[in-house]
């Protein structure tokens, strides 16, 4: 599902802004928090957080001018640290990295049609961005 929510985040920034975002971010990690195991809430809320923040920053200075390759680039750093980051404090070991890596890529090649869509329906109707 963070291939999804990584997208998700990018469409809220565009449509309603970063502070939208940003806001959205800790509703996710509200939720990452309440809904994983007791044992494992804190790699996953700080994997949510920080893959998050790191998509933020990349899709940000890309978006405006190249929306296809900031969510592209975006997703991918996004599901790089929250693989690693959800792996590393839960299990103290990388070994399903590649597993994580594709799942999560997969949901965010799905996305890109979709995005791909709204972008041309924001230019035919005179939308802009955030």
Known sequence: ?????????DLIQRRLGVGWAIGAIAFGAALSAAFAPAALVFASAMAFVLSEVADLFVYTPLQRQWLMAAVLASGIVGLLVDSIVFLWLAFGSLDFLVGQVVGKAWMTLLALPAIAWLRRRDLRIGMQAA
């Open 1 to 9: 599902m963070i291939g999804l929510a990584l997208v998700l985040r």
